[in-house]
């Protein structure tokens, strides 16, 4: 089974970008297909990014597309998420989550981390 660990989260001001980082322990990153996900005050957790176990295609949600780039260091155990040009809406809690096959359910996931974004 494997652990996931987000960090890299805090308070910046509209415009600014932040990289999320997120470890995996107890098995390797590359038996698993990975997402980022996303909870703000009030709202259902939603799907913001994803790249593929098989063939590394990633799918971003349209508020996203061309701020937002999800990467993944297999050698390192690590998932990414490069935002730039944040807006307030982007603030949030974003967690990592792990599948063991494309197209199946998140099993694993990690905390979360506070992204703040201030107008």
């Known amino acids: 089974q494997v652990q996931l660990v987000e960090s890299g989260g805090g308070l910046v001001q509209a415009g600014d970008s932040l990289r999320l980082s997120c470890v995996a322990s107890g098995r390797t990153l590359s038996n698993y297909g990975m997402g980022w996900f996303r909870q703000a005050p009030g709202k259902e957790r939603e799907f913001v990014a994803s790249?593929?176990?098989?063939?590394?295609?990633?799918y971003y949600i349209g508020s996203v597309k061309g701020r937002f780039t999800i990467s993944r260091d297999n050698a390192k155990n690590t998932l990414y998420l490069q935002m730039t040009s944040l807006k307030p809406e982007d603030t949030a809690v974003y967690y990592c989550?792990?599948?063991?096959?494309?197209?199946?359910?998140?099993?694993?996931w990690g905390q979360g981390t506070q992204v703040t974004v201030s107008s």
């Open positions: 989550a792990a599948r063991d096959r494309d197209g199946g359910m998140y099993k694993y």
């Open positions: 790249v593929s176990k098989i063939d590394g295609q990633k």
